[in-house]
């Protein structure tokens, strides 16, 4: 199956700029979307097919695709952006065909 | 509105069954794929599988096949997730989600399941 690697956490200051990676194998050539599940809630998708915002997401929330790394990145950070981030994607080739990266952790200092 | 609610947390025993669900409304039901996902006590999200209501085509992630049965009633718009026989191991949240595309737009706000002796 297709693997999605993230890094396991992300440290930024208020106002700062985060960036939050996942790589994958030729991830540039696929369609990522980025889901933020704060604390004891349900996930809720920031960012589909690579960088496309859903209505009611901050502008501060923007993706990128290239070559083997997604990236999501989020400026002007908040205390509130505080969560963790899983990137996700959809494989014809590999089983489960939907495949979700292990997730990142952002902690706003 | 699109809204997907689910049924609430339950606590049982090894060895019991469970079926869970997750109703939706506000939008054609019936055209799009309802997901479940798993999540572990502090751990990330887990893809267990899908089901179309239109037809009840479902497709099961390797590590859950065998494991649980994913079924629909599109006549009340309601997918299920069920066990047979619960272990410890099941203890997770379960969340379900409309697929659209090849992404997960909404999601229901969770069912806690907690399988302890």
Aim: hydrophobic share 30%; proline share 6%; charged share 15%.
């Amino acid at each position: 199956s297709y693997v999605l690697t993230q890094p396991p956490s992300v440290s930024v200051a208020p106002g700062q700029t985060a960036s939050i990676t996942c790589g994958g194998n030729n991830i540039g050539r696929k369609s990522v979307h980025w889901y933020q599940q704060k604390p004891g809630q349900a996930p809720v998708l920031v960012v589909s097919d690579n960088s496309d915002r859903p209505s009611g997401i901050p502008e501060r929330f923007s993706g990128s695709n290239s070559g083997n790394t997604a990236t999501l990145t989020i400026s002007r950070v908040e205390a509130g952006d505080e969560a963790d981030f899983y990137c996700q994607l959809w494989d014809s080739n590999s089983d489960p065909r939907w495949v979700f990266g292990g997730g990142t952790k952002l902690t706003v200092l | 509105e699109v809204q997907l609610v689910q049924s609430g947390a339950e606590m049982k025993k090894p060895g019991e069954s469970l079926k869970i669900s997750c109703k939706g409304s506000g939008y054609n039901y019936p055209i799009y794929w309802i997901g479940w996902v798993r999540q572990m006590p502090g751990k990330g999200l887990e893809w267990m599988g899908i089901i179309y209501p239109g037809d009840s085509d479902t497709r099961y992630s390797p590590s859950f096949q065998g494991q649980v049965t994913i079924s629909v009633d599109k006549s009340i718009s309601t997918a299920y997730l069920q066990w047979s026989s619960l272990k410890a191991s099941d203890t997770a949240m379960y969340y379900c989600a409309r697929n659209r595309d090849s992404y997960l737009d909404y999601w229901g706000q969770g069912t806690l399941v907690t399988v302890s002796s």
